[in-house]
């Protein structure tokens, strides 16, 4: 199975700071990763898709950029409703895997 | 709006048969060409994918748990479903159902809707 290394698995920060999360693949996954902010008990969202598309109502400071084995998410301005858990996924071959997530907090 | 809503009993006895199901709301569980899959996350711990299954039937099960593992689809009540038999306290975990979709040009699906999550405690 493809291990997702996800870092760093938590950091704190404030409103208004550009923050990466990276996302590490233990093999080639092309461009197939994606993005989920997760909040406690309401539904996963995903943000990026395709390793840097964004979804459609994701508001455009999120981002997405790698390809291959090595990747990012960065929020460029961070907003209140931003600190959250986020984790990655690929979806290049099975069994699909998750990274062990990066929490968001203030 | 597709919604998923995961439902089944919250608590489970060791060797018994876990069930749950994901009702699928404003939308049609066999149209689209999605796929479905179900995956869980054991307290404190990362997300595991168990399975998926397209609209034709056919299923993808992650190794560990294929022996134990049933994915289907009951199209007249638009619902997916999950069956995990002898079920250990290692099986307690918040349990996600998800739509899975992918670009018209491209072969590989990614999960674009989920449902909350229902938490299953296995215990006697």
């Known amino acids: 199975a493809i291990r997702m290394t996800q870092s760093p698995s938590s950091f704190s920060a404030s409103t208004g700071d550009r923050v990466t999360i990276t996302c590490r693949a233990s093999?080639?996954?092309?461009?197939?990763l994606a993005w989920y902010q997760q909040k406690p008990g309401r539904a996963p969202k995903l943000l990026i898709y395709l390793a840097s598309t964004l979804q459609s109502g994701v508001p455009s400071r999120f981002s997405g950029s790698g390809s291959g084995t090595d990747f990012t998410l960065t929020i460029s301005c961070l907003q209140s409703e931003d600190f959250a858990n986020y984790f990655c996924q690929q979806y290049h071959s099975y069994p699909l895997t998750f990274g062990g997530g990066t929490t968001v907090e203030i | 709006q597709v919604q998923l809503q995961e439902s089944g009993p919250g608590l489970v006895k060791p060797s018994q048969t876990l069930s749950l199901t994901c009702t699928v709301s404003?939308?049609?569980?066999?149209?689209?060409?999605?796929?479905w899959s179900w995956i869980r996350q054991p307290a404190g711990k990362g997300l595991e994918w168990i399975g998926r299954?397209?609209?034709?039937?056919?299923?993808n099960y992650i190794p560990s748990l294929r022996s134990r593992v049933t994915i289907s689809i009951d199209t007249s009540k638009n619902q997916l479903s999950l069956r995990l038999n002898s079920v250990t306290a290692a099986d307690t975990a918040i349990y996600y159902c998800?739509?899975?979709?992918?670009?018209?040009?491209?072969?590989?699906?990614?999960?674009?809707?989920w449902g909350k999550g229902t938490t299953v405690t296995v215990s006697s």
């Open positions: 998800a739509r899975e979709t992918r670009p018209t040009w491209d072969y590989y699906y990614y999960m674009d809707v």
């Open positions: 404003g939308g049609s569980i066999t149209s689209g060409g999605f796929y």
């Open positions: 299954l397209d609209t034709s039937g056919s299923t």
């Open positions: 093999q080639d996954i092309s461009s197939h």
